[in-house]
């Protein structure tokens, strides 16, 4: 299972790597082969305005996997920071940031980015990374702090003490190691939450817009062409499943080896 | 009596973050009203018309007391009452919420009952397949087929009028499938880590049936986790509605938003989240009250459910 996923997903990497140095067609090349369905020339046909659905899926993937890894990885980042601090120190300074934590995560992710999205000006791929990674934040702070506060009275961390380590050096480098167990689950939900949420706002024309290409912002383009060009809709929605269902299997698959 | 309090003290600390949020980024609306051609004597008028002459605060509690009265101020691009354009909004996505919500719960809890006693090793895998699926699926892509076969191609429904029935049954599956494979998942994993425990381990080993101890000691046991999920799921119910009011063409409060939002008419923006955040805070007290009906050893001491 978990090497399903991990098949499925670094096909759809490599193509997003590929895409972001060529594509078959230029993805915002305009042709007169309208509407096309899938060909030997166009492996997913064309859209309305002639352009080869492949090379526009290929950008769009590599666009929202940006959006996704660099949001999962400023949420993973400062909220581990947070979760370190708070959970291994404890105190008031935890008792505060745990409370305004709850508060933040109680809301729903979704409103929460677009509500960001729409205060820092929406339209912008840099927009939709910081509103989605400000939410994830408290998530990956939550999860870490529960694991640091539970490793940080363990045996292991008083003899490190005593052998003089610091709080930093104990905090990084003997705890870090042994949250990965909840961590790198935690990173596969994130990722795939980010990549929904993302699609979700590009879809409704507040996230990443044209020129850029964004699978959520072509399924919003090919639902007005559901008649004429089906294959358009499943080609990007089934890309979206896709994505997140291998990266689902991973996470289910590592959090299954614990 | 302590929960009311609660609810009020977080509704007016999220109504002043809201309205705070709005006033720091919402720059002149007096100016994207008028347009660049309004002299300074036109701009002023207006903005003593809709108040914004004021400082900050009085306009605050202008607008919560407001709240209370049922006048959330004019919308900037409609021109008209804020809670008269809410009105039958609200209405449609309340029925689209509960409608999905009822779903959710009615077949997710027989299925995950059902998937912790059908078990084998190729059902396994299957249904972990199935689970990770419909996981993934988003509600507006199968909002869109949706719309799709059973709109346009079977002619049940057409999107974009004033919804009936059916449109809003098949809106609400499009939200409910992929909260109905979390829900399962939760359920089927806590009722497996319940019936480890020894407490059934001594009532099985007493004689009792096993299907009747499932039903009568670790069901109860497991819902505690799945009712906390399901208060969550009941808030972010709202984030899935906004897009598929969207893609399914209902007039709903999620739609409303997001026009507003791209019109930048923050009267209704703000009002439209106020709605929403009540729907959230509230959905977490409901959760916390049925669980602590349920097991009274959970107090209703608010940890962690505030806002």
């Not at chain 1, 105190?91 to 509500?115: I, K, Y």
């Not at chain 2, 407001?66 to 809670?83: A, C, K």
């Not at chain 2, 089927?188 to 007493?206: C, D, G, H, P």
Request: charged share 15%.
């Amino acid at each position: 299972m978990k090497k399903a996923g991990i098949i499925i997903t670094a096909i759809l990497f490599l193509l997003a790597i590929a895409g972001s140095i060529r594509t078959p067609y230029s993805h915002t090349a305009v042709s007169y082969d309208r509407l096309q369905g899938p060909s030997g020339s166009h492996l997913l046909g064309t859209d309305n305005f002639g352009r080869d659905i492949l090379s526009r899926i290929m950008k769009g993937l590599g666009t929202t996997m940006t959006v996704a890894l660099l949001t999962v990885a400023t949420g993973a980042l400062l909220g581990t920071l947070i979760g370190a601090v708070t959970g291994y120190y404890g105190g008031w300074v935890d008792r505060v940031l745990m409370r305004f934590n709850d508060a933040v995560t109680a809301f729903p992710t979704f409103l929460l980015a677009l509500l960001i999205v729409s205060l820092v000006g929406p339209g912008s791929k840099y927009s939709v990374v910081i509103a989605l990674s400000l939410v994830f934040i408290p998530g990956f702070a939550r999860v870490m702090r529960t694991e640091y506060a539970s490793l940080a009275c363990r045996n292991f961390v008083i003899s490190a003490r005593l052998m003089g380590a610091g709080h930093l050096r104990i905090m990084f480098c003997y705890l870090l190691p042994n949250t990965m167990r909840v961590l790198l689950p935690a990173l596969t939900i994130g990722f795939n939450n980010a990549v929904l949420a993302e699609a979700g706002l590009s879809f409704l024309g507040i996230g990443v817009s044209p020129p850029e290409a964004s699978l959520g912002y072509m399924l919003s383009e090919s639902q007005s062409l559901i008649v004429s060009a089906p294959w358009y809709v499943l080609s990007v929605g089934l890309t979206i499943i896709l994505l997140v269902f291998g990266v689902g299997l991973i996470g289910e698959g590592s959090r299954a080896d614990a | 009596m302590k929960i009311i309090l609660r609810l009020l003290l977080t509704m007016l600390l999220v109504s002043f973050l809201t309205f705070a949020a709005f006033e720091a980024v919402s720059g002149d609306p007096v100016r994207t009203m008028l347009g660049t051609e309004a002299t300074e004597e036109q701009a002023q008028a207006l903005r003593s018309e809709l108040g914004l002459d004021r400082p900050f605060i009085q306009r605050y509690f202008h607008w919560v007391s407001g709240v209370f009265t049922g006048n959330l101020g004019i919308s900037y691009s409609y021109r008209q009452s804020v809670s008269l354009l809410l009105g039958s909004k609200a209405l449609v996505s309340l029925a689209l919420c509960m409608l999905s919500f009822a779903m959710i719960v009615l077949i997710s809890i027989p299925l995950g009952l059902a998937s912790y006693k059908y078990s084998g090793r190729i059902l396994d895998v299957v249904r972990s397949i199935v689970n990770q699926v419909c996981m993934a699926v988003p509600p507006f892509f199968t909002g869109i087929l949706f719309s799709w076969i059973f709109g346009i191609g079977l002619k049940l429904f057409i999107p974009g009028s004033s919804p009936g029935f059916v449109h809003l049954f098949f809106a609400a599956l499009c939200i409910a499938i992929p909260r109905i494979a979390m829900t399962v998942r939760l359920l089927r994993s806590t009722v497996v880590s319940e019936m480890n425990k020894a407490y059934v381990r001594t009532a099985i080993s007493r004689g009792n049936d096993r299907s009747a101890v499932l039903r009568k000691h670790v069901l109860k046991n497991s819902l505690v986790s799945v009712i906390s999920f399901l208060g969550q799921t009941l808030a972010e119910l709202v984030g899935a509605t906004i897009v598929v009011e969207q893609v399914m063409g209902i007039p709903g409060l999620g739609r409303f938003l997001v026009s507003s939002i791209l019109h930048r008419d923050y009267p209704v923006n703000q009002a439209i989240v106020l709605i929403l955040s009540f729907w959230v805070v509230l959905s977490g007290v409901i959760a916390d009250l049925v669980n602590s009906a349920i097991d009274p050893r959970i107090k209703l001491s608010g940890e962690g459910r505030q806002l």
